[in-house]
């Protein structure tokens, strides 16, 4: 019997992971075949918190992550760009995923 119960997870897991990357579900390899471009996004600050390192963007699609247009929290991979950034401004920005969490590498007022 506990072989059995052995099989059926292991059958399991085989499939979840097969269904994932038919669906593109695989991040490494999504990134992997993604192109090396810094290609940026646009978006509006709605609330910038340099203190802490995070900022709430509403935001057209993030090719590069498959994301589409939304408002969210993302942290910053360094608190120093957010300098001269203002709340409601026009931002073009760079986001990644940094092992497991969505990262904004990149940020600039659009102009």
Do not use: C, W, Y
């Not at 950034?85 to 600039?108: L, M, P, W, Y």
């Amino acid at each position: 019997m506990k072989l059995q119960h052995f099989l059926a997870v292991a059958t399991f897991g085989i499939a979840v992971a097969a269904n994932a990357q038919i669906a593109g579900m695989n991040m490494p390899a999504a990134k992997a075949s993604a192109p090396a471009s810094t290609k940026l996004t646009e978006g509006i600050a709605q609330k910038v918190d340099a203190a802490t390192g995070m900022v709430t963007l509403k935001h057209g699609p993030i090719e590069n992550l498959g994301m589409p247009g939304m408002t969210m929290m993302f942290p910053v991979s360094d608190k120093k760009m957010l300098a001269g950034i203002k709340d409601g401004e026009q931002v073009r920005f760079r986001a990644e995923n940094v092992k497991g969490t969505i990262v904004v590498t990149r940020i600039e007022v659009a102009r």
